[in-house]
């Protein structure tokens, strides 16, 4: 009775197939794992090609060179990442704490043992832009002042999207306080004319107005409550006097707000480009806010229009690409040309006007939230290489939690079941053997910090002498999708019982040959997925100087020269690296599409 009893409690665990070590699947297994309950519940393998996790974020520290950290990319946290900054608070917490068997695996003494220490606030940007008015390159340095709110600390009382009508709030509250700044800074200077004056005021009083509009549709509407936007951008100290005097009960026609709208931006932006007599030192900051004014504008026309009175919200305006909405309505050069515009392009290593590239509902819901939805910063730096900030933390606790890792594990195919309405099995190859019993330990020590190595630990490996040498004279990479080692074949209900598809998008295949084949072919859902999502080849540069950095503050968020439109300072990961005295006094991080 006992044995059976055993047999039944077996049987009764679900058996989880992982493929790939990324930071969705991780996200996944840690959400799943956490709850102690599940951990007797599911046995998870997570099945990983090469030596790491992590994926594109994936990072390696070179011991050839020094330690140096090696990774592809800015490896940073926005800080509207709620989510993402919640599971790494929760995993330095957990790794924190004791383990079964006695000491926790880090202590809050040892290198990066919080997360206040492996993550550090930043707050300035630098956009580019090149004029074509001949003068070349020209930087538009953005500060984003720091707010109270924690880096990772959910609250249950807010709504985890954006609606149309906070996001009108926080960009009408933004622009307001832009066109405040300037008519202040032209009344100063008495180098503008009383129509300017009065196109300013008008445009401010409107704007407030725009954002008191309560359409029916709203009422079924989930409003964003606690959203902050008592930092935004912009000189809006005087927001809540101004929206108290604005005119609330307006009856004016949706058609007619946006066409004085229109009016009023088309002369602001002549009048910001024509006025004459203003000190040379403001010129400057005149040409910062004529650009995004514009922009602002043109935005909040587009969401009065399209966005603030669909039923579809955002999503109502993703079949347009970002660029080409902003054109139907009517942006001129001041708008289209801003560095803001171009980076956020940049950002997401895309090119503006290819048909439905970018989203103009995601742009303008993901830009809002980067602006005014941030915890704590703008965006949080990682004070070592990304895989060992947040993958060797997720590794460690998740090895503790019960997951198994397979490393050197590539996926070839998944299989489907006869009436192919689910996957029957999954072909992999064996890339290397670890010699022993103990399985592979992917991580070194370096300066007391966990760390991923940038090649494998061969010394682990069955004939590691041989892997090296084809590693090291052949060009052999673990990492690349050659198909080498020996074939296994898991099977349901022999070998797992569900399975979590976590590798990239380019990786699966078409329905002509690949992992996902059998899927493209039997399923047109999975065809339209893959025919619609896009994948973008970067490239990266890391450069260790011997001078020390001009500003740490600053980075360069997009817009600047090609082939690396994007960099940033990342010398605070010196700190990590072992290089003889002297050593470098600076490291930067380029990286852009190719």
Known sequence: AQSAAVRSSLQAIMRIAVLGGGMGSLAAVYALMADPVNRRKYEVTVYQQGWRLGGKGASGVNPERHNRIEEHGLHVFLGFYHRALALMRRCYGDLGKATPDGPPLRRSADPL??????????????????????????????RFPENARPPGELDSSRQPDLNPRRALLSLARWLAGALGSVKRTLAGT???????????????????????????????????????????L???????????????????????VYAELTALEGRIDRQLRTTRGVPRRLQRKLEYY???IALGMVNLRGIWSDVLFAPEGFANIDQHDYIQWLKQHGAGRAALDSPLAFSLYELAFSKPGRGAGFAAGVVLKSTLRMLFDYQGAFLWKMQAGMGDVVFAPMYQVLK?????????????????SPKKDSVAAIDLR??????????????????????????????????????????????VNFELPEATGEPLTLRRGVDFDAGLLGLS???????????????????????????RLRTTATQALQVWRTSPPADPSRAVVGGYAKPFQTSMDMSQLLLRESWPAPGPGSLAYFCGPL
């Open 113 to 142: 043992g919080t997360f206040e220490q492996a993550f550090r606030a930043h707050h300035q940007i630098r956009l580019y832009h090149n004029s074509d008015d001949g003068r070349g390159w020209r930087s538009y340095p953005v």
């Open 190 to 232: 008495g180098a503008a004319d009383a129509r300017a004056l009065v196109d300013l005021d008008r445009a401010e009083a409107l704007v407030l107005q725009m954002e008191k509009a309560r359409p029916n549709d709203f009422e079924d509407l989930e409003e964003f409550d606690d959203f902050d936007d008592s930092d935004a």
């Open 234 to 256: 912009g000189d809006s100290e005087d927001f809540e006097r101004r929206t108290r005097s604005a005119d609330r009960a307006s009856s004016r026609s949706r058609d007619a």
């Open 290 to 292: 004529r650009s995004y």
């Open 400 to 416: 503790q939690w019960g997951v198994r890792f397979e490393f050197f594990h590539q996926v070839q195919a998944l299989r489907l």
């Open 430 to 475: 064996i890339q290397a053997r670890t010699s022993g019993n103990s399985g592979y330990e992917p991580l070194i020590d370096v300066n007391g910090l966990p760390c991923w190595p940038s090649r494998p630990n061969y010394e682990q490996l069955e004939q590691g002498d041989l892997h090296r040498r084809r590693c090291q004279e052949q060009g």
């Open 505 to 531: 998008v380019g990786s699966l295949g078409t329905a002509e040959g690949g992992v996902c084949a059998g899927l493209f072919a039997a399923s047109a859902k999975w065809r339209t997925m893959r025919e």
